[in-house]
């Protein structure tokens, strides 16, 4: 990738000591270098980047509005250019400068704090962010995001690396109230709304290819964004839907409060995986990895116990 800044870090530094001493002879001596070479750098820069940096018409110089803007960002930039060439020199990759991750919906109240305490362990700055999980895979291709915790593996990328986290079954989740004589998706639609999730989500989507793929057409009446106003629904009455143990747990709605079956036929599971690029962020994404499933072991397995013992043996952290 070729870029034209119109400057690299020696006229950074002549500008920021000119700026400091408004005097060229001064940041000529102090560089070991000649006042016409200061001048001449300088001239080049403003000429580069289009913009006048220093007023040379008063005595000692003194910089332009630009100028200000400019020096203020040069400064910061030569003092992480010489905190990275002390790293490197002394091989301290242990705090990373920037981790931007993303993570599904339904993983959040399960694994997030473990997840921010890792982050917080190895990194200067950082961000978590969830939701439109469908723009997570292009976040981490962009080099928007580093770190995606994610139902999309990316398979189809070899340069990333993979950590897989869970694996669970698709379940239904029905109100209370209805009683099942003999468990039929077609008797179900006839009987109550199917909720669905979001078309613009990835568990929306892999729901109905789902559903196109046993050939059942639920009118679209109800489509909701998230899992607690879908799991609110099923829970109020108002329908039926296809969700994950996960997801159920997520939404902060007991699963008691919801009558959960197995999903009749072929086995339909979901798959969440943490996936970044490799090489690039230390053992960042393996502890993380390790984190999750172990909070996962501890608190999801031990509720999904508790009221889906059926469950037992198909959910499988990794």
Request: aromatic share 6%; with cysteine; hydrophobic share 40%.
């Amino acid at each position: 990738m070729d870029i034209n800044l119109g400057f690299d870090l020696k006229a950074l530094s002549v500008f920021v000591l000119v700026a400091e001493t408004g005097n060229m002879s001064q940041a000529a001596e102090r560089l070991g270098t000649t006042q016409s070479s200061i001048s001449q750098t300088l001239s080049s820069l403003e000429a580069n980047l289009k913009t006048q940096l220093i007023d040379r018409s008063v005595r000692p110089l003194v910089i332009t509005s630009a100028g200000r803007f400019f020096y203020d960002r040069a400064s910061y930039l030569l003092k992480e250019a010489a905190q990275t060439s002390r790293d490197i020199k002394q091989e301290n990759y242990e705090q990373l400068r920037q981790v931007n991750i993303a993570i599904v919906d339904s993983l959040v109240t399960a694994v997030g704090g473990p997840i921010l305490e890792a982050v917080k362990h190895r990194t200067r700055e950082w961000s978590i962010k969830t939701g439109s999980s469908h723009m997570h895979a292009h976040g981490l291709l962009s080099h928007q995001l580093d770190i995606i915790l994610s139902d999309d593996a990316l398979e189809d990328h070899p340069d990333l690396c993979r950590f897989p986290i869970l694996r669970e079954p698709f379940i239904i989740a029905l109100p209370n109230d209805y009683k099942v004589k003999q468990l039929d998706l077609n008797s179900l639609c006839r009987d109550l709304d199917f909720v669905r999730y979001s078309e613009h989500s990835l568990i929306g989507q892999t729901i109905e290819r789902y559903l196109r793929r046993i050939q059942l057409e639920p009118p679209m009446r109800l489509q909701l964004d998230n899992s607690y106003a879908i799991a609110s629904m099923v829970s109020a009455g108002a329908g039926w839907t296809i969700t994950s143990p996960l997801c159920l747990f997520q939404s902060g709605i007991k699963m008691h409060q919801v009558q959960c079956l197995p999903l009749p036929g072929d086995s339909f599971v979901r798959a969440l995986t943490l996936v970044a690029r490799n090489n690039e962020l230390l053992d960042l994404p393996k502890t993380i990895a390790k984190d999750s499933r172990a909070i996962l072991k501890e608190k999801f397995l031990q509720e999904v116990g508790a009221h889906l013992p059926w469950l037992e043996g198909q959910i499988v952290i990794e």
